[in-house]
DNA sequence: CGTTCCATAGGGTGTTTACCCCAATTTAGT
DNA sequence: ACTAAATTGGGGTAAACACCCTATGGAACG
């Protein structure tokens, strides 16, 4: 018989989590070891719920998750993570990658999918939902989002990403420039590339972009 | 024994709609006659799987719902309605009322009060979530948001209202000016009207805040 | 029968945005 | 080491925005 498996199930949705929880005990190797409503209290668990994995909705306020899973993975290598998420945005795909995640579930998958990627997982693999795994290309040193994708968000710098948010948050730019001690003009110029890349002209269009890809939320 | 209720189960997400249907299904008395993953296939599946009552989730792409439950009211007017919600903005609630729903679940309650929910509306009665409850006020008519949740979106006229939406939709006043065939010093108005109700004062705010209360899609 | 709100429209003004030009220094990649 | 990009900063301009004022006709509510 296969060893059993203990999960830490993060969810922020009682109905989500609760429902899925009971779903995933009706198989016999799968134990819910815990549950959490968030990142700081998944971190929290870990230690005393040993879990051989983390089941972790993406769709939380905050988003955390990627932070949560980064330090996780720093003190317990061993212990492997499967996102969730509700979307497929490049932003989301990018950042479950680098934190090395075993595993990308849409919400539109069927739990009984959700139960395969985590069989699949535990058995040294990977599981990644259609969605997700069109866009994901792999090269020498791993699985990265792939050129198509980049088109859009991925090409932003670093910089330009941050002032996005910024935007994104209601900042204008002469608060932009206060908060990070540089001129005006240097915001204008970010902002500027910035449309440039993403062929968007006005600062709506801007946040529209920034909350449906997930790099801000309303 | 209580009869059988047979019901219609919305919601675009199949993890969140499969799981749901199983734990419903462990309800001796509880029929998941059919699932939809939209208003509109919901609406084709009314006929035929003749639900007692529909649960529907609001959170789908475009809205429909409202629209949808509307019809069956019309069509149907013995099919009980309960929304499912991550949300509890002014607007679902405020057209969740007007389409005389009989329950509105938060998905931050658990699966359990889903199904006490049912019972309460087969019963005759109705469940709405402590968050939707508390925003709710009854007079002579029937249910009705209250003055607290009315001081925001909901005292916004009919046609401040529509502009919302078309600024959300990423529109400057030239062409909202255009498109409804009206002065760009009637739509300056309109917004500048908006802004003072809503302690709002950049079109960026103006637009996540219309995201945040579900009057728009990023 | 007045008061209040709504929808319409205009004048005017200072601020902010979008985008054109340019350039220096630093960082990253091949 | 050389090239490309990122990051920083500036001048200038036309458009858009936020908000101040007044005003008229209609609908609503007591």
Request: with cysteine; proline share 3%; charged share 25%.
């Amino acid at each position: 018989m296969t060893k059993q498996c203990r999960i830490l199930l993060v969810d922020d949705h009682a109905l989500v989590r609760d429902a899925l929880a009971e779903r995933l005990m009706r198989e016999p190797d799968l134990i819910v070891a815990a549950v959490a409503p968030d990142a700081k209290e998944a971190l929290a668990r870990v230690a005393d719920s040993a879990p051989d994995l983390i089941l972790m909705d993406i769709d939380m306020p905050g988003m955390l998750c990627f932070e949560a899973a980064r330090r996780v993975t720093e003190s317990h290598p061993a212990v492997k993570i499967i996102f969730l998420s509700a979307f497929f945005h490049d932003a989301y795909i990018d950042q479950a990658l680098a934190v090395r995640a075993h595993g990308y579930v849409t919400k539109s998958e069927s739990p009984d999918v959700v139960v395969s990627a985590i069989r699949e997982v535990l058995s040294g693999g990977a599981y990644f939902s259609e969605e997700v795994r069109s866009r994901i290309v792999v090269d020498g040193s791993g699985l990265r989002l792939g050129a198509g994708a980049r088109s859009r968000s991925a090409t932003l710098s670093r910089r330009e990403m941050e002032m996005l948010r910024y935007v994104a948050q209601g900042w204008n730019k002469k608060l932009i420039a206060l908060r990070n001690n540089i001129s005006v003009k240097t915001v204008d110029n970010h902002i500027s590339s910035i449309m440039e890349k993403l062929d968007i002209h006005t600062t709506v269009d801007l946040v529209r972009f920034a909350i449906r890809e997930g790099l801000a939320d309303a």
